[in-house]
């Protein structure tokens, strides 16, 4: 995007580089990594950085508004709803397509957001072995609200510790070691000293909660919360000892409410330039806009793009039963914006913040972007292409 940096990438890119960087990735973590990195990173004019900003603010407003949790308790189904949930977020990741607007402007337009941590480990690692690998512009970074790689670590660690020892914190996910995102699991033990924990392991005893580690039953004391609670439903046969909805003398690092409230049913309440229309599908009572054609449906309770509909009639929406619990979205057109060596390549770019328990409102630490070429941004609508996948996001200072 930016034309002197994207220039001066691709005219010192080399398949050998690239294959480097990638090998340097897999030796740092064997069998981790699960996806496809991109061969490049995204580079951020301070135009459009300027305008990702005022969009996230815009939306944080909203998220900040004393009737916003009374709006989103009907988000949490009544049978996942976990106790102890604190005052707002520990984490919120606000997704952008890149595209352009009537006057030529590279513009962010809002695709989803979640209360609910993303890759804080991994993102920080790649972003850094990007700089190793390949020449970053000296006046582009990847970090907010920290200057260096340690001081991200100190903000991460203050955020997702507490006052816990670090045996003490777990990363809970169920079967972590068939994630896909489990190099972030790798690299943030490493960086933080806490242990990624399947669901299965734990031992509830009254309200304490433990894990075993060496022959040693160590007491979990906060969570660092990966597990998306509606993935257990995909194991309906589990036995086991503790149950996510009882009562237990944990910390939630990223409680499971949120990761309801804060999602694509937060967005019929968001309003602004970046935000495209978005509607509960009930609210139409059965009169659709006439140009269907321009409008996706979302699932409210599924994730990961399951569900998803881009191809949409009258017929279909009428054969809904619970339009309560889906969104008719303004479909918007990402621009393709990053230069590869065989055409232009569409990006997204997550902004990821956290929020102790303490702050007003959540602080931006950092960012991912997500290059594609497919219909949809995701690896299984962007297979067999080159100059796609996972990457880094540098914004010019």
């Given at each position: 995007m930016h034309k002197q940096a994207r220039e001066a990438f691709n005219n010192s890119?080399?398949?050998?580089?690239?294959?480097?960087?990638?090998?340097?990735?897999?030796?740092?973590?064997?069998?981790?990594l699960d996806f496809r990195v991109a061969e490049t990173p995204v580079f951020v004019p301070r135009e459009l950085t300027e305008k990702i900003r005022q969009a996230s603010d815009e939306i944080i407003a909203t998220l900040l508004s004393p009737d916003f949790r009374k709006k989103t308790d009907r988000a949490v189904p009544s049978n996942q709803h976990v106790p102890g949930e604190n005052a707002h977020t520990s984490f919120l990741a606000i997704d952008y397509a890149i595209c352009r607007n009537t006057n030529g402007e590279l513009v962010p337009q809002l695709i989803e957001l979640q209360g609910f941590p993303s890759i804080f480990g991994y993102q920080a690692f790649l972003s850094e072995s990007f700089k190793k690998f390949f020449n970053v512009p000296q006046n582009f970074g990847y970090l907010f609200g920290a200057s260096f790689y340690n001081e991200y670590v100190a903000k991460l660690k203050a955020l997702i510790l507490g006052d816990e020892l670090p045996e003490n914190v777990i990363l809970l996910e169920i079967f972590p070691e068939k994630q896909k995102t489990r190099i972030d699991f790798a690299v943030t033990g490493q960086m933080l000293g806490i242990e990624p924990v399947c669901y299965t392991k734990l031992i509830r005893e009254g309200r304490?909660?433990?894990?075993?580690?060496?022959?040693?039953?160590?007491?979990?004391?906060?969570?660092?919360?990966?597990?998306?609670?509606?993935?257990?439903?995909?194991?309906?046969?589990?036995?086991?000892?503790?149950?996510?909805?009882?009562?237990?003398?944990?910390?939630?690092?990223?409680?499971?409410?949120?990761?309801?409230?804060?999602?694509?049913?937060?967005?019929?309440?968001?309003?602004g330039e970046?935000?495209?229309?978005?509607?509960?599908?009930?609210?139409?009572?059965?009169?659709?806009?006439?140009?269907?054609?321009?409008?996706?449906?979302?699932?409210?309770?599924?994730?990961?793009?399951?569900?998803?509909?881009?191809?949409?009639?009258?017929?279909?929406?009428?054969?809904i039963g619970d339009p309560e619990n889906y969104i008719l979205q303004r479909k918007v057109v990402y621009e393709p914006v990053i230069q590869a060596p065989d055409g232009l390549v569409k990006c997204e770019i997550r902004m990821m913040y956290g929020w102790p328990d303490n702050a007003e409102k959540p602080e931006l630490l950092i960012s991912l972007s997500r290059l594609s070429r497919g219909e949809m941004i995701g690896v299984r609508y962007n297979k067999d292409f080159t100059w796609v996948g996972g990457s880094a996001s540098f914004f010019e200072h």
């Open positions: 890119f080399t398949e050998n580089g690239y294959n480097e960087f990638v090998d340097s990735l897999n030796s740092a973590f064997p069998g981790q304490q909660l433990f894990y075993e580690k060496d022959g040693r039953k160590i007491q979990v004391k906060r969570i660092y919360n990966r597990l998306i609670f509606d993935d257990l439903f995909t194991y309906p046969d589990l036995q086991t000892s503790y149950h996510f909805t009882d009562e237990v003398d944990v910390q939630w690092v990223g409680h499971p409410n949120w990761f309801f409230r804060i999602s694509k049913f937060a967005m019929p309440f968001l309003k970046f935000v495209p229309e978005t509607h509960f599908l009930s609210e139409y009572n059965g009169i659709f806009p006439a140009d269907l054609e321009n409008f996706v449906l979302k699932p409210l309770f599924s994730f990961a793009g399951s569900g998803v509909q881009l191809h949409l009639t009258k017929p279909d929406l009428e054969a």
